[in-house]
């Protein structure tokens, strides 16, 4: 199936602007630009009944909450390849979150390659999971249901999070969301050498974020950064798994979904077909967000 017209729109215009590949940018430059493209979009997203920054065992986030009675506390993990994003650039995803949800939404500002590589974006994430659990009361005001989520590498570390909740007895979680996630760090599978799918991430995009989160090839087959080859994926949180058709990560997000289901975790997996990596954020300009958002209000639904 081809791109839809709104992607296939938005890759002509950004042709036309003569924007670099990511792979010959320095992070800094990357982070320049993915700032200008957050700010160009204007999207502000929904009004919250609070909003609040706080500090998380040494971890900045952003609490947003939509009403009085939060149905559930989503603690979410922003894309960007552990280099890029930050808790402005995902302020409107998160409001809309909230707002499709009922949920509150912990945005997690974690480290960032390369100055703090991995493991340092899986530790923040750990400890902002855990603080979130002890607030639960004060953010929703009532022992509500605790859900991981993420999109790229933030559902890379949400995956990580919910296997870490397993093996330490807690947090308890309701619910994992993965967003085209990041899951192995095998860049040869089909969807990585598919022409079709080098769009705005492509395969050398994805080999420069792992140069810069984890140099060292061998350390990149721990389950803590490829949770795809974790041994164990029994007993974890029920997960929702949304892929990108066109995505040089649609093979692994489809297969992590699938030993999830081999290991007895009941899992919802959605293919959006026509889209590429990142429509999820791209609220207001691809209709495939919208669609993906309902998708997960639907789901968390279902479970909380």
């Not at 493209?37 to 998380?56: H, I, L, Q, V, W």
């Not at 899951?183 to 769009?199: F, G, H, I, V, W």
Request: hydrophobic letters at 40%.
């Amino acid at each position: 199936m081809a791109l839809d017209e709104a992607t296939t729109a938005l890759l002509t215009q950004m042709a036309q602007a003569e924007v670099p590949p990511l792979e010959q940018m320095t992070p800094q430059q990357a982070r320049a630009f993915s700032k200008a493209m957050a700010a160009e979009s204007a999207e502000t997203g929904p009004e919250m009944f609070t909003t609040s920054e706080s500090d998380a065992s040494g971890v900045p986030v952003r609490i947003l909450v939509p009403g009085e009675t939060p149905r559930a506390v989503i603690v979410y993990y922003h894309g960007g390849g552990w280099v890029l994003g930050d808790l402005d650039q995902y302020d409107a995803v998160g409001r809309r979150l909230a707002a499709r949800t009922g949920c509150a939404v912990v945005l997690v500002g974690y480290r960032k390659a390369p100055e703090h590589p991995y493991p340092a974006a899986v530790e923040d994430s750990w400890a902002a999971l855990r603080w979130t659990a002890g607030h639960l009361e004060e953010i929703a005001g009532a022992p509500v249901p605790l859900i991981v989520a993420g999109d790229s590498a933030g559902g890379n570390l949400a995956a990580i999070m919910a296997r870490r909740a397993r093996d330490h007895g807690g947090p308890s979680l309701t619910l994992q969301i993965l967003i085209y996630p990041v899951t192995d760090c095998d860049l040869e599978t089909a969807s990585y050498r598919d022409p079709a799918n080098q769009l705005m991430l492509t395969r050398e995009g994805m080999a420069w974020f792992w140069n810069h989160y984890l140099p060292d090839l061998p350390s990149r087959e721990d389950a803590d950064a490829s949770p795809l080859r974790a041994k164990d994926l029994s007993g974890l949180a029920p997960a929702v798994v949304l892929t990108a058709e066109h995505d040089v990560l649609l093979d692994e997000g489809e297969s992590y979904a699938e030993r999830l289901r081999e290991a007895g975790v009941p899992v919802s997996s959605r293919r959006f077909d026509g889209q590429m990596h990142g429509f999820f954020t791209m609220i207001g300009l691809l209709p495939g967000s919208g669609a993906a958002f309902d998708h997960l209000a639907e789901s968390v639904d279902r479970h909380v």
